[in-house]
Every structure is written in C-alpha cells, then in structure tokens.
C-alpha cells in the first residue's frame, strides 16, 4: 500500500527557514510530478510548488524566490526549502504525488496526511 510521509513542519520566527520532506513508500514502481500545497485555516488549498520527473519545477508567485522543491534520485522523496518565511506561510502542508503502484497498475495521485507550518513571533 502506498503512503507518503510529511516531515519537517513547526514553529519558526519571521524570516526563518524550514525544510519539509516528504517520503513515499509501498509498492512503487514509478512516480511521475511530485507536489507540495497548503491549505490555511477558511482557505482552500493551493498549490505552493510542483516538480515533474524530469526536474521542472513551477511555483505559485506568493513563494516563488523563496522557496525551492527538490526531489532525490530515487524519485521517491521531495523536499522543500522554505527561506524567508511569513506569517502568511501559515498553513497545513501537503505532499502530493502521482504514483505507479503494484496494486493499481496505473498512475494515480496519493496524498500525505499534511504537516503544521506556523510562521509566528
């Protein structure tokens, strides 16, 4: 069964720095984009950051300079470097992926269960 994993959220000053993983795991033969969203308390959720297989990476306009996705190798992780945070960042944080499985034999999108980013002084 597929599963990703968010790591990396808390609590960090104005103008700090916080960098999220996100970690899929099960019986995978393949993953295509990988995401990051976020959704704040009476707002819908939005797209923060995306990277495809081949290493192209968009942003929304809100993060972009500032935050940076990455993915490892294995194509299994994604991470994001947040720099410069505010506390409009505040949000849920959640990993996003379209994933080859052995159960579905097809790609589908999988959802993390989210990580607390809370940019506060």
């Known amino acids: 069964q597929v599963q990703l994993v968010e790591s990396g959220g808390g609590l960090v000053q104005p103008g700090g720095s916080l960098r999220l993983s996100c970690a899929a795991s099960?019986?995978?033969?393949?993953?295509?984009?990988m995401g990051w969203y976020r959704q704040a308390p009476g707002k819908q959720r939005e797209l923060v950051a995306r990277?495809?297989?081949?290493?192209?990476?968009n942003y929304a306009d809100s993060v972009k300079g500032r935050f940076a996705i990455s993915r490892d190798n294995a194509r299994t992780t994604a991470y994001l470097q947040m720099n410069s945070l505010k506390p409009e960042d505040t949000a849920v944080y959640y990993c996003?992926?379209?994933?080859?499985?052995?159960?579905?034999?097809?790609?589908?999108?999988?959802w993390g269960q989210g990580t607390q980013v809370t940019v506060s002084s």
């Open positions: 996003n992926a379209d994933i080859f499985s052995q159960e579905t034999r097809d790609y589908r999108p999988y």
């Open positions: 099960g019986s995978i033969f393949g993953t295509n984009a």
């Open positions: 990277i495809t297989s081949g290493g192209r990476t």
